[in-house]
Nanobody, 123 residues
Framework: VQLQASGGGLVQAGESLRLSCVAS????????MRWYRQAPGMQRELVAT???????TYPDSVKGRFTFSRDNAKNTWYLQMSRLKPEDTAVYYC??????????????????WGQGTQVTVSS
């Protein structure tokens, strides 16, 4: 699976951006997608998850402002970000998860990553 993230840019606080993540390769193996972000000097933060049945989850820091969706026909996942704040400034990465099953466990491993797209929100 290969992922190509795009859509970042420089915006003012309160404005919106839509990030895209286009997947290619063995897309049928993808069970879940995530967006993460990492600001300089900070740990990577999970900002959105979408499952195969399009269920989404968000941390409180972005809930109500970010929306994760998918377009199956285009093999593309979108992160719509609204009412952006300066603290949303970071490099955003999409990640694809596959199920990994062993003799004792089964879980999703996010093993495929896009290259990152910079989002900068000015105050």
């Amino acid at each position: 699976v290969q992922l190509q993230a795009s859509g970042g840019g420089l915006v003012q606080a309160g404005e919106s951006l839509r990030l895209s993540c286009v997947a290619s390769g063995n897309i049928a193996s993808i069970e879940s997608m995530r967006w993460y972000r990492q600001a300089p000097g900070m740990q990577r933060e999970l900002v959105a998850t979408i499952t195969g049945d399009s269920a989404t989850t968000y941390p409180d820091s972005v809930k109500g402002r970010f929306t994760f969706s998918r377009d199956n026909a285009k093999n593309t996942w979108y992160l719509q970000m609204s009412r952006l704040k300066p603290e949303d400034t970071a490099v955003y990465y999409c990640a694809a998860g596959e199920r990994v099953t062993t003799a004792s466990t089964s879980g999703i491993v996010y093993k495929y990553w896009g290259q990152g797209t910079q989002v900068t929100v000015s105050s």
